[in-house]
Structure formats: C-alpha cells, structure tokens
C-alpha cells in the first residue's frame, strides 16, 4: 500500500543538526505514535511536516510527501493551502492556541472561511452537531464563550474539532495530553480516538507519555537526540523491545511487568467491545 505519508527529513538550524535522516510511513487511516523524551526532536518533526520550520529559520533537507505531492521545498502558498484542509495540526497549548479575545464561534468561523467558499450560515449546524462527537456542548451558549468561560480540557477538544473542520487526511497532535490531568486526557484521547476510528483520518500522535499509546496507535517511532531508535508495531516494540533506550521508557511506565503487555491486554478488550459501533467515514484525499 502506497503511504499517505512518507518522510525522509532532516533539520538543520545553522550548523546544529536537530533531526538527522529522521525516516517515518503513514498509511491512510492509520494512527502512528512518536514517541522520546523532551528535546528528542518531537515537535520539531511536527513543525517540518507542516512546513513551519522555514518560520524559525531553520533549514529542511530530505523528502516528505503527502500523497503524490513534495512538501520540502514547496512554496509558502502552496503549503498555506495544504495546512488546515489537509493536514490539520493540534498543538499542546490550547491557551495559546485559542485567541483569547474572540468568542468559539468567529475563531471556528475564521478556520471554515480559511479554505471554503461555503458561507459558514450553511456550516455552522453541521460544526454543532460534532461537537458532542468530542464531549462538547452542542449548542449556541457555547459557541459565544470566550475561551476564558471554558475548561483546561474543553479547550483542548475545541482545537481537536478545530483541526477536523474541514476533514484533513492527516491529523498532527503535538503533545495534546501534556498538561492536562488523567481524566480530562483521557477524554482528549477518545476525540482523538474518534477521529482515527470512525472518520479514518489518519494521526500522527506525538506524546512522552508512553502509557497512553496503546489505547490509540498500532504503530509508534522511538525518538532519541534527533534520530529513530526504534519503529514498529506498538505491541511489538513495547512488550519486546530491541534498544536499550526503549526498554528504559517502558520500564519508566511499567516497572517489573511484561513491558506494557497489561496495557494492550485492556485496549483488546475495549476495542472488540466498540467494533460493531464504528462507522467509518473516509476523509479526502486529493
């Protein structure tokens, strides 16, 4: 199968190499972890595949595609088109992703308006009735608060359904879960979950927080000082892992057990539980 998305990369600010031949596949609804410690070049590969990196001026060699098309070296206008409606991205902030001056409603409206000519009056049902999908108020009253008037986790399944707007083949999350409390993340995970499972958009689940993989991905990537340690299917790399530094993670998470076995173990069990209720509605892919 041919990949949806295929990098190659590497990242350069001046001389200092960040990312070195960084090599990654997405295939079309497939839901990919990348996973290291803070400073492992995460979110950096996050920013090259949205080609953001340019914007810090840093320097990107290598390849990344998306579908039949090159990012690396496409222009600024090419790839302003490519953001939002295509390849959506979720960053961990919500406080700073969300302008704190405008009501969900106009930034909900500005991100439609964006890459449809569709007036947003034809939109705006269809955008209230995917909030629930995300544990969200579906109703007016939520859409005219102020990001203030709203939850630490609320915020963040904003952006999530934000990202999802225009239903992108790819979905980027950067670290969604990172300040949030155990319960609120879990329910960020499951607007993730939905995104992947029932509409097939494909995600690039970027986390340090290694217990929370398998509950969304089949397949995750290793980082370490810029480079891959390890890639594979989650289940194999977590419960027989091949590189020191992967077994140093999963023993962080589960001291003394077969790897994360006990964690795959309980997402079996809730996925065959949720089968028969999935319905799968593919995104474009252009």
């Not at 990654?24 to 996973?35: N, P």
């Not at 569709?118 to 109703?139: C, H, I, K, Y």
């Not at 990001?147 to 999530?160: D, H, N």
């Not at 992967?246 to 949720?274: C, K, Q």
Request: hydrophobic fraction near 45%; proline fraction near 4%.
């Amino acid at each position: 199968m041919t990949p949806l998305l295929s990098i190659d990369v590497s990242v350069h600010y001046g001389a200092k190499t960040i990312l070195d031949r960084v090599c990654l596949e997405v295939l079309e609804g497939e839901a990919v972890a990348v996973v290291g410690q803070s400073g492992s070049g995460k979110s950096t590969l996050a920013l090259a595949i949205l080609g953001l990196i340019g914007w810090q001026r840093g320097r990107v060699t290598g390849s990344i595609r998306f579908g039949a098309r090159e990012l690396v070296g496409a222009k600024e206008r090419e790839l302003r088109r490519l953001r939002g409606k295509e390849i959506g991205l979720v960053l961990q902030s919500a406080s700073s992703a969300l302008n704190p001056a405008l009501r969900l409603e106009t930034q909900f409206r500005e991100a439609w308006q964006a890459h449809s000519r569709v007036p947003w009056r034809d939109q705006r049902d269809e955008t209230l009735s995917r909030l629930s999908r995300f544990e969200l108020p579906a109703s007016d009253e939520f859409l005219h608060r102020f990001p203030r008037e709203i939850s630490i986790g609320q915020a963040q399944r904003v952006l999530i359904a934000m990202a999802l707007l225009h239903r992108p083949a790819v979905l980027v999350a950067d670290e969604p879960t990172s300040a949030l409390d155990p319960l609120t993340a879990r329910e960020v995970l499951q607007s993730l979950r939905v995104a992947n499972q029932d509409w097939n958009t494909a995600l690039v689940y970027i986390t340090h927080d290694v217990a929370t993989v398998p509950s969304l991905c089949t397949k995750v990537a290793v980082m370490r000082e810029g480079r891959i340690e390890e890639q594979g299917a989650c289940v194999e790399v977590f419960t027989h892992p091949r590189r020191e530094y992967t077994r140093t993670l999963v023993e962080a998470v589960a001291p003394g057990t077969n790897g994360l076995a006990f964690l795959f173990e309980a997402t079996a069990a809730s996925r065959s539980a949720a089968q028969a209720n999935v319905e799968v509605v593919g995104p474009k892919v252009r």
